[in-house]
Structure formats: structure tokens, C-alpha cells
Nanobody, 113 residues
Framework: QVQVVESGGGLVQPGGSLRLSCAAS????????MGWYRQAPGKQRDLVASITRGNNIHYAQSVEGRFTISRDNNKNTMYLQMNNLKSENTAVYYC???????WGQGTQVTVSS
């Protein structure tokens, strides 16, 4: 089972940008789909964006146009570019293969002035 490590979170002001990285222990090129998820305080974990092996991409409506998901199969790494961040984007962000039940530790994103 592929293990993942998320990084790139931090504190950013509203309107700012961050790029999250998801480094996988194995070949992501063979994984059907991978996703970014987030869990805000007191809320359920939900899907932010996903990308399939064939580069079909899905975004949650709330982030479409501001977030961009991508994958670099040569580096076994997936990314989430987040622009025009809002306070409601504050959450712990996780990545994983969409069909896996194994979660990483996540990376904290805090959007605050």
C-alpha cells in the first residue's frame, strides 16, 4: 500500500497562495486516482480535488477556479496549488489514493490576517 507524506501548509493571509505537495512511497502512475481532502475544525473530512491516471480532474465547487491539482509521475508527487485563499479554506489537508483507506498526517493550512 502506498504511503503518502503531505507538506507545504502554513499560515497565509486571505488572498494569498500556497502549494501543497504529496510525496508517495510508490509509483503513482499506476494508481487509478488520487485526491486531496481537507478537514476543517468541527467538520467532516471532504474531497477537495481529485485527478485520475488519465488526468481527468474534479474539483469541489467551492475551490474551482482557485485551486489546481496536478501530478508528476516521475517524482511520484501530487500537488495542490491554492490561490486566492479564504478564511474558510483553513483546515488540515490530506492526500491519498482515492480507493485507499490509509491517511497520512496531513498538513495544516491556516488562512488568517
Amino acid at each position: 500500500q502506498v504511503q503518502v507524506v503531505e507538506s507545504g501548509g502554513g499560515l497565509v493571509q486571505p488572498g494569498g497562495s500556497l502549494r501543497l505537495s504529496c510525496a508517495a512511497s510508490g509509483r503513482i502512475s499506476v494508481i487509478y486516482a488520487m485526491g486531496w481532502y481537507r478537514q476543517a475544525p468541527g467538520k467532516q473530512r471532504d474531497l477537495v480535488a481529485s485527478i485520475t491516471r488519465g488526468n481527468n480532474i474534479h474539483y469541489a465547487q467551492s475551490v474551482e477556479g482557485r485551486f489546481t491539482i496536478s501530478r508528476d509521475n516521475n517524482k511520484n508527487t501530487m500537488y495542490l496549488q491554492m490561490n486566492n485563499l479564504k478564511s474558510e479554506n483553513t483546515a488540515v489537508y490530506y492526500c491519498k489514493p482515492t480507493l485507499s483507506d490509509a491517511w497520512g498526517q496531513g498538513t495544516q493550512v491556516t488562512v488568517s490576517s
